[in-house]
């Protein structure tokens, strides 16, 4: 039986000496005396490599922190199947990944960093661990750690107080860049045209696929207080990518009845154009529900595979027999139709601003190149605040 309070009081404890040594302006100086280059070197291989490595860092967290509270465990032997070993993935799933989503959101992997299949062999984590975690460093620095405190006596809380205090200095200067995001107030006007080419630069850049998401988000956070459909309705928060599979729903964006009942769903797809297989899988997966209707967009160009007229016929027939509509577009033709109805554009600027950046404190798939390029862009398009005040 796994005690929870008392992990959950000791990586309480660890963190707070970390950000003790953050605040004062010591984090540097309690790594130099309580680790050596090698350690120190070690997890900073950890944390340069966080938004990758999620599972890596969840599962050093658990071990570092298992060692503590039991410093006779052998934290190598991290299964029950393993002789004298413990379950290392039921501690991560309990204790370990709830804690690191609510201090750590932003690195913090879905579940479990034992749900990787790297990690989860039946095998000690001894140097000759045969997982193969993909970036040779980070499995390096991994092993070493757990060699270091099990066969060196390293200290295994001096370890895990220098991983926090890297990850915390890693935070404060991410939270630096989303800081520089600007409000726009007294902004000059801007057209729909504008903001859809502002959208489409933004969107261009590699690794996207959640911009869009947060775009229509953004749209649906003001047309819910302002068009009467709306009304009695309620907006889902935005799922991060940390939500649990068996809570994911019907699609990126839901509107629910009062009652709890899905009305209207947005599901966005990335590169990949709409079919008639991909109507159908909606239709089986929305059958018999409350939803009235379901939006399928994508930023594929062309926007549809297939014959467009059988697609559509198909549509047709769904409204008749089921009195469903499921409506297939193109995001940027959509951002288009809907921002008609936002009466004032600014207030979509700004909200999607707000967006981005709790998105990038929460989740990983919000770069700091993406809060870069879209400052960029705001500035380019002179859509500055008269006093310079920052986006806090």
């Not at 009942?261 to 990949?272: A, G, M, R, T």
Request: aromatic fraction near 10%; charged fraction near 30%; proline fraction near 4%.
């Amino acid at each position: 039986m796994i005690n929870k309070q008392k992990f959950k009081s000791l990586l309480d404890d660890v963190l707070i000496k970390a950000e003790q040594h953050c605040k004062s302006g010591s984090g540097e100086e309690f790594l130099v005396k309580n680790l050596s280059k090698d350690q120190i070197n070690y997890i900073k291989t950890i944390t340069d490599n966080l938004e990758s490595q999620k599972s890596v860092f969840a599962v050093i967290v658990t071990s570092l922190i298992k060692k503590i509270e039991d410093p006779n465990q052998d934290i190598r032997l991290h299964r029950k199947d393993i002789e004298k070993g413990y379950s290392g993935r039921s501690l991560d799933t309990k204790v370990v990944t709830p804690w690191l989503k609510e201090h750590f959101p932003r690195f913090a992997p879905k579940q479990s960093g034992w749900l990787t299949r790297s990690l989860e062999q039946p095998h000690a984590f001894t140097r000759n661990f045969p997982g193969k975690i993909r970036n040779k460093k980070v499995k390096e620095a991994f092993l070493s750690i757990l060699d270091d405190v099990e066969t060196k006596k390293a200290s295994a809380e001096n370890y895990l107080i220098g991983l926090f205090i890297l990850v915390l200095n890693k935070i404060a200067k991410e939270t630096d860049t989303t800081e520089r995001l600007i409000k726009v107030e007294n902004a000059k006007s801007i057209t729909i045209a504008q903001i859809l080419k502002m959208l489409e630069e933004h969107f261009s850049i590699s690794q996207s696929s959640r911009l869009p998401v947060i775009a229509i988000y953004s749209i649906y956070q003001i047309l819910s207080k302002n068009v009467e459909i709306y009304k009695d309705k309620k907006l889902q928060p935005l799922k991060s990518h940390t939500t649990s599979d068996r809570h994911m729903g019907y699609g990126d964006i839901e509107v629910y009845y009062s009652d709890e009942k899905p009305f209207e769903i947005v599901e966005i797809k990335h590169k990949i154009p709409i079919d008639l297989t991909t109507i159908r899988d909606v239709l089986k997966k929305i059958q018999g529900t409350t939803i009235k209707r379901y939006f399928i967009l994508t930023t594929a160009e062309p926007n549809f595979e297939g014959d467009e007229k059988e697609i559509f016929d198909f549509l047709n027939s769904v409204k008749h027999v089921y009195n469903i509509d499921i409506i297939p577009n193109g995001i940027l033709p959509s951002l288009k139709y809907y921002l008609r109805f936002i009466p004032n554009l600014i207030e979509f600027v700004n909200k999607y601003t707000e967006n981005l950046k709790r998105e990038f404190e929460q989740a990983t798939d919000i770069k700091k190149t993406h809060i870069e390029k879209w400052k960029e862009i705001i500035m380019r398009y002179g859509l500055m605040q008269t006093d310079n005040h920052l986006w806090l």
